[in-house]
T-cell receptor, first 111, second 108 residues
């Protein structure tokens, strides 16, 4: 059973561009979570999704950030018009219901 | 919201030493996990332990839910144990909250 997959692993964007981060959950997992980790800090919850539904987006910035988990395909975290402060590691986790399993993360650098 | 504290914030050990890492939380939880973030940034699941005691090789963990703390024991530490150890807790219907982590350095 493959683990949680994220791509790309590293992403460089110029200010103002869009960033798209993908997450494929473990087989059989219907819950997907996105977290952000700033340098030298812990992980902060952003959004919790189930197939075709956003369950909780209380940790997501109100502007420029959006997330989806379509019926088919990976979950996508989208950041529009990126700024330098968006530079961070973005982790996705999936869960069958309780225990969460994390992907390797996407390191976004905004230049 | 729930507060999560971890101690010590930093720990330096000689290879072969034992250590205990602590996680305190401010309210009752229905989920607690320990993770190791290695120097390459990957998060590795160590334990899912909302209560009780579990062991996996040189690592073991105990959560005393009624007293709102969890302990992670590392015995006979190795240089590959270096990294940051996070505990994360979840209350029913709420989101996972991570502690600030304990940064462990194991010296050869």
């Amino acid at each position: 059973n493959a683990g949680v997959m994220q791509n790309p692993r590293h992403l460089v964007r110029r200010r103002g561009q869009e960033a798209r981060l993908r997450c494929s959950p473990m087989k059989g997992h219907s819950h997907v979570y996105w977290y952000r980790q700033l340098p030298e800090e812990g992980l902060k919850f952003m959004v919790y999704l189930q197939k075709e539904n956003i369950i909780d987006e209380s940790g997501m910035p109100k502007e420029r950030f959006s997330a989806e988990f379509p019926k088919e395909g990976p979950s996508i975290l989208r950041i529009q018009q990126v700024v330098r402060g968006d530079s961070a590691a973005y982790f996705c986790a999936s869960s069958p219901g309780a225990e969460q399993y994390f992907g390797p993360g996407t390191r976004l650098t905004v230049t | 919201g729930i507060q999560v504290e971890q101690s010590p914030p930093d720990l330096i050990l000689q290879e072969g030493a034992n250590s205990t890492l602590r996680c305190n939380f401010s309210d009752s939880v229905n989920n607690l996990q320990w993770f190791h973030q290695n120097p390459w940034g990957q998060l590795i699941n160590l334990f899912y332990i909302p209560s009780g005691t579990k062991q996996n090789g040189r690592l073991s963990a105990t959560t005393v839910a009624t007293e709102r703390y969890s302990l992670l024991y590392i015995s006979s530490s190795q240089t590959t144990d270096s990294g940051v150890y996070f505990c994360a807790v979840e209350q029913y219907g709420q989101n996972f909250v991570f502690g600030p982590g304990t940064r462990l350095s194991v010296l050869p």
